[in-house]
């Protein structure tokens, strides 16, 4: 067997457990949810993030372009959202404060983030992260599954409290992450403007960012990221039953992928091999926590002496 032979296996296998896992989280969101034609809303919401970035990645493979992977993903959160609004509606049940907090706080998120992202790849013209593996199908398919594996892991907790049978009266619990909520997404907003204020200055061409909420947080978007979906998973919580609670991985989730996987390390290792010689970056990285701010521990130094 050749070594092509072999990764595409692996990747195969990779698609199959992407959907095994997603198979799980809907069945453990479809327990206490309530049915539209004995169906579980968040069985019908579940799949819909898979079925969006399948069908989208046709034409991204016949036409070789990225452009519209996080699209795909802001589109996929608010259909996921507006289809579990629409079922709850149609079977003549109001939604209660909750649901419509909840509702609200990923609606704003995406339609933020989805057009942020858009934007920014478009100016870019190409996004690093698929030069490679978008001339590769299989490859290419497993990024998008990966990518529907993410809508519904992520948004898993305030679908389960949409669709939930069990309603609960908000409480201090609420406004508290309503109010964690609302100071992630104040982070994120700010540290991308910043961000992008920043590069859009050429006097900055090739140097990096180390003002604003930078000079506190080497990735302070990322802390708004984990800031956000920690207030919905908590304002989902309440409202959650039995194996609906498995839906609540969704904050942690979200920490794995941005502190271990495909955010803070990747970005961490372009910077070490664009400035890692610099000892301005190298101060930089000494004093400035990786996430949390005044929150520094030890730094191990990665870059070549």
């Known amino acids: 067997m050749t070594e092509k032979q072999q990764s595409n296996i692996r990747t195969v ?6 959907v095994v896992l997603a198979a799980l989280v809907i069945l453990s969101g479809s327990k206490h949810s309530v049915r539209i034609h004995n169906i579980p809303v968040f069985a019908l919401a579940g799949v819909l993030p898979f079925l969006l970035h399948w069908l989208m990645f046709l034409p991204a493979y016949a036409f070789q372009t990225e452009h519209y992977f996080d699209l795909t993903g802001a589109v996929s959160f608010i259909a996921a959202i507006l289809l579990g609004n629409w079922a709850i509606t149609s079977m003549a049940l109001t939604p209660g404060m909750r649901t419509q907090l909840l509702s609200l706080m ?21 996004d690093r992260r698929f030069r490679d593996i978008k001339q590769r199908p299989l490859r290419f398919l497993l990024t998008w599954t990966l990518g529907g594996l993410w809508v519904l892991i992520t ?72 800031m956000l979906w920690l207030g919905v998973a908590l304002l989902a919580a309440p409202a959650l039953q039995g194996w609906q609670y498995g839906t609540l991985i969704s904050p942690f989730f979200v920490i794995l992928l941005l502190c271990k996987v495909s955010g803070i390390p990747l970005l961490e290792a372009r910077a070490e091999q664009t400035w890692g010689h610099d000892p301005e970056y190298r101060r930089y990285v000494q004093q400035t926590p990786v996430l949390i701010p005044f929150l520094r521990g030890r730094h191990r130094e990665n870059h070549q002496e």
């Open 13 to 18: 296998l990779a698609i199959a457990l992407c």
């Open 106 to 126: 990923v609606l704003t998120w995406a339609l933020r983030l989805g057009s942020f992202l858009f934007l920014r790849v478009k100016r870019a013209g190409e």
């Open 155 to 226: 948004v898993a907790p305030a679908l389960a409290a949409i669709s939930s049978s069990h309603s609960v009266p908000m409480g201090p619990l609420a406004y508290a992450a309503l109010a964690l909520w609302g100071i992630g997404l104040m982070l994120e907003v700010v540290a991308d403007r910043q961000k992008s204020a920043f590069r859009a200055n050429p006097d900055n061409r090739r140097r990096f960012i180390h003002t604003g909420l930078w000079a506190l947080s080497r990735h302070p978007n990322y802390l708004g990221e984990i």
